[in-house]
């Protein structure tokens, strides 16, 4: 009887604790996060970018993959949860990872319901998460490759399967899936199992030799187990996550791939594998949201310095290199050297056709920045957000919905004489490496609760779309907005105040690093305060219903240049609009041309217009440009020829949109 009243004390105080923690990160009680979420179903796209792709999302991506991954003859996901459970023999099949990604689509499901209500979803996560309950351990632990072999098969030295395999990444999943779906649906039946997998890595981590514990292939459970002590308060989860941090880098067999050479407390660039990097780093800032412990923000703001000044490509994707070898971790003894892999290279080692730049880590950078944006308030976190949001995130799914890249090159040329392990065109499964599929559901479905977030000061607006807003101020009070734009075809934005506080209510607009000259009006009079971009800036007073603030950001066309010390861009241009990198594909040049031949001419017009592709309508740029006449047959150096080839008018679409018109080549820089 005594259990049962712990229990329903428990169920009862995380009940009430939901109302304060219904965003995808619940720092509402975080004591040094400067910004705190709005509720999950807060917000809703009306029109535009964001509602179409959120279209896309519930009528295309999420019941494409939700079956796929029920689909035992492509993926064995559901599957394997069958057989852990004893519901039928079998042997476990597909990658190790495969848990966590369906945890993964299972968390897009979450998000999704938690907007629309759509009562099948909440019925389809209830099945699945019966089998969890099923499948888990009685001491907590699920991974089934583990589990199958348990109770089907011949177990062999169970440390050494969990050092192989994805184990802890998959737990990982699951508790931050868990926490997504108790904020949206306020049912304990998942976030239960949750508990039982945080409690089972408290005891494991507490008797764990280090060289066993140091296991932390691509670490979500970093964020998995701070989400967990956010919404239980248990105290034993934030030791956890600390004891985590602790133990990185104390074993002689650390290295640089895994970011655990040296503990994190030493690290100060970014480096290896660049989705555990960014999983990782994500995770620090979440419990230095909770710690306050200065050197974790330190190192953070250095790493992140590193990233975006020297490693990162202009579409905000990360991970330049497919292998390698660890720049620092290495030795002058071949036999020692330090493979790299999927991972940051040297500073300004940044290739474009063989560019790795999973979309796994392009997210992992949204997931890090984001976080870094809550405890700072600072715009320039928000603009990382948005510009791999719309570039490199996007770019790994198509129009369409159901096919996914796993990597993201900037340059697709058909001369390239070598084959990559994985190619340039969308798939709809991408065989033993489909983790960016479930990736892309998941974070689609949560685009708006980047939106807006709330401090004591008031409510920061960090993305741009056409959506409404219903959430409460941190004092309780209702604050309604209704935002209109066009964005990012045009930067005009319209707030309308549907219900604000009686008192003085400020907002905080965010002028994006890549503007200038952006002007602000409230209700048709001009506001004359300075306005920097890269900032948020403040409008404070008593609104009434019907009030409208007016932001309007200039997007002329832009030709960036890189650093000189990115060599394989140098003397090229890339085109640019708002927070859009635009593209070249080959379908737009004469027959038997190569992207790579294109000289862009500086001095065009510039001129843009709207096209259709797939039922979705982006904005081209039109451009002249000289197409060289170069043959390369049997060529490696030539002088250099005069620029009086065939002119030829073409037209950029946003690198989002690359590859939805079949194969083909594509290039983001261009000569000049």
């Not at 100060?268 to 949201?289: E, I």
């Not at 292998?323 to 620092?328: K, Y």
């Not at 999973?358 to 308030?377: H, K, P, S």
């Amino acid at each position: 009887m005594k259990k049962h009243i712990i229990l329903l004390s428990t169920v009862l105080f995380s009940t009430s604790f939901l109302a304060q923690n219904k965003g995808l990160v619940a720092n509402s009680q975080s004591p040094y996060s400067k910004l705190q979420s709005v509720g999950l179903e807060d917000v809703k796209w009306t029109n535009g970018f964001w509602k179409e792709q959120f279209d896309v999302e519930t009528k295309s991506t999420l019941p494409y993959m939700w079956d796929l991954y029920h689909n035992d003859s492509i993926s064995h996901a559901y599957k394997n949860f069958e057989i852990a459970a004893g519901l039928m023999k079998g042997k476990f099949s597909g990658p190790s990872f495969h848990d966590g990604d369906f945890y993964k689509i299972f968390e897009g499901m979450a998000a999704t319901y938690a907007v629309t209500k759509d009562k099948k979803l909440d019925q389809e996560m209830d099945k699945a998460i019966a089998l969890f309950a099923k499948v888990q351990r009685k001491d907590g632990y699920i991974h089934t490759p583990v589990l199958i072999d348990e109770r089907w098969g011949t177990l062999g030295p169970e440390e050494v399967k969990k050092q192989l395999g994805f184990e802890k990444y998959n737990m990982g999943h699951l508790m931050t899936a868990a926490c997504i779906h108790y904020r949206a649906t306020g049912k304990t039946n998942f976030l239960n199992i949750a508990k039982g997998v945080a409690d089972y890595l408290y005891d494991f981590y507490k008797k764990a030799s280090p060289e066993l514990a140091r296991n932390a292939i691509c670490p979500s459970h970093y964020m998995g187990i701070v989400e967990m002590y956010r919404t239980t308060k248990n105290p034993k989860y934030l030791e956890l996550a600390n004891n985590l941090i602790d133990i990185r880098g104390t074993t002689d067999d650390g290295t640089d791939d895994n970011q655990d050479r040296v503990p994190f407390r030493q690290q100060t660039t970014a480096m290896g594998h660049a989705v555990r990097a960014n999983y990782l780093y994500a995770g620090v800032a979440d419990l230095y949201a909770e710690t306050g412990e200065k050197k974790l923000l330190d190192n953070l703001e250095s790493i992140w310095d590193d990233v975006t000044y020297r490693k990162m490509y202009i579409t905000g994707a990360c991970g330049a290199l497919y292998d390698g070898v660890s720049p620092d971790g290495t030795s002058y003894d071949p036999t020692v050297v330090q493979k790299i892999h999927q991972a940051y290279g040297r500073p300004f080692q940044l290739p474009n056709a063989t560019a790795h730049t999973e979309t796994c880590a392009n997210i992992g950078n949204v997931l890090w920045n984001w976080r870094m944006l809550q405890i700072t308030g600072d715009a320039k976190y928000a603009d990382i957000v948005e510009l791999a949001l719309y570039n490199s995130v996007l770019s790994g799914v198509n129009l369409e919905g159901d096919k996914f890249c796993y990597n993201n090159p900037l340059n697709v040329s058909n001369d390239l004489p070598f084959q990559q392990r994985w190619g340039n065109e969308r798939e709809g499964y991408i065989k033993l490496s489909n983790c960016c599929a479930p990736n892309v559901t998941r974070t689609v479905a949560e685009v708006g609760n980047y939106a807006y977030n709330l401090s004591k000061e008031g409510l920061y607006v960090n993305l741009y779309g056409s959506n409404t807003l219903n959430t409460k101020t941190l004092n309780g009070e209702s604050l309604e907005i209704e935002q209109q734009t066009n964005y990012p075809w045009d930067g005009k934005i319209t707030l309308k105040i549907t219900k604000a506080p009686k008192e003085m209510q400020t907002f905080f607009l965010r002028i994006p690093g890549w503007s200038q000259n952006a002007s602000i009006s409230i209700n048709n009079k001009k506001n004359n305060d300075k306005i920097v971009s890269g900032t948020y800036f403040k409008v404070n007073q008593k609104w009434k219903k019907g009030d409208v603030i007016e932001l309007n950001l200039p997007m002329p066309v832009e030709l960036m240049q890189a650093n000189p010390l990115v060599e394989e861009v140098k003397n090229q241009v890339a085109v640019k609009r708002g927070p859009l990198v635009y593209c070249l594909e080959s379908d737009q040049l004469p027959a038997n041309t190569s992207v790579n031949d294109v000289i862009l001419n500086l001095n065009s017009d510039f001129k843009i217009d709207f096209a259709e592709l797939k039922n979705r309508k982006f904005m081209t740029i039109e451009a002249s440009s000289i197409i060289a006449d170069n043959s390369w047959n049997k060529t490696l150096y030539k002088p250099i020829a005069a620029k009086d080839g065939k002119s030829v008018t073409i037209k950029l679409i946003p690198y989002f949109a690359w590859g939805n018109k079949g194969k083909g080549e594509m290039t983001v820089w261009m000569s000049h």
